[in-house]
């Protein structure tokens, strides 16, 4: 069985920085699509980002409004998925969560509500101020 475990979370200035890890145990990440979304309080959970591959490859997505300053990786090597955060603002505010498919192979997508994350993490709180 698959269990993530988010790490890196903090507090930050705006324009700073943060990177944030999902490890995976139990089954390897390796060609399955991984997804990292936020929930701000008040808000719906949203897509921030996901990643899947075929093992030769990686394919990647980004929320509109992310892209440039968020940057998805995977390091097969240590079964974990990154998101790097940059030029942070207070609207980046929120728990962020990574989820992962169970089956190897299909094509991520951008929607919290896709039935393809079936296996979440607890969360990683990220608070942007000054």
């Known amino acids: 069985q698959l269990q993530l475990v988010e790490s890196g979370g903090g507090l930050v200035q705006p324009g700073g920085s943060l990177r944030l890890s999902c490890t995976g145990s139990g089954k390897s990440l390796d060609r399955t699509a991984v997804g990292w979304f936020r929930q701000a309080p008040g808000k719906e959970r949203e897509a921030v980002s996901c990643i899947s591959g075929n093992g030769n490859e990686d394919y990647t997505l980004y929320k509109d409004s992310l892209e440039g300053r968020f940057i998805i990786s995977r390091d097969n090597a240590k079964n974990t998925v990154s998101l790097q955060m940059n030029n942070l603002e207070h609207e980046d505010t929120a728990v962020y969560y990574c989820?992962?498919?169970?089956?190897?192979?299909?094509?991520?997508?951008?929607?919290?509500?896709?039935?393809?994350?079936?296996?979440w993490g607890q969360g990683t709180q990220v608070t942007v101020s000054s």
């Open positions: 989820a992962a498919d169970s089956v190897m192979f299909r094509v991520c997508v951008l929607s919290a509500n896709s039935p393809m994350y079936e296996h």
